[in-house]
Nanobody
Framework: QVQLLESGGGLVQAGDSLRLSCAAS????????MGWFRQAPAKQRELVAG???????RYADSVKGRSTIFRDNAKNTVYLQMNSLKPEDTAVYYC??????????????????WGQGTQVTVSS
């Protein structure tokens, strides 16, 4: 398994931007598809954005046009840039890695490794 460590969360105001980072260590980073999930209180965990090692991306409709996922394989790091943040973006954000790398799955069951999560709170 690969170990994942998220950073970059915090308290921001509506309309602000935030960049989350996820640093991977352990097994080789490149064959993994990477996903950012989020979970708000009393809600299911959902895929926010994902990217394969080849650069195929997938976004939730709720963040499409406001967020960009990208990865730096040389640094074993994946990023999630979020702009025009809304209060409904408030959640714990998790980074995840999947060995199935030819597409980005929206199912958390297909991800093998998870970070501990980072809190993002957007005030109105």
């Amino acid at each position: 398994q690969v170990q994942l460590l998220e950073s970059g969360g915090g308290l921001v105001q509506a309309g602000d931007s935030l960049r989350l980072s996820c640093a991977a260590s352990g097994r080789t980073f490149e064959p993994y598809a990477m996903g950012w999930f989020r979970q708000a209180p009393a809600k299911q965990r959902e895929l926010v954005a994902g990217i394969t090692s080849g650069g195929i991306t997938r976004y939730a409709d709720s963040v499409k046009g406001r967020s960009t996922i990208f990865r730096d394989n040389a640094k074993n790091t994946v990023y999630l840039q979020m702009n025009s943040l809304k209060p409904e973006d408030t959640a714990v954000y998790y980074c995840a890695a999947a060995r199935v790398d030819f597409y980005v799955s929206a199912s958390s069951n297909e991800y093998d490794s998870w970070g501990q999560g980072t809190q993002v709170t957007v005030s109105s």
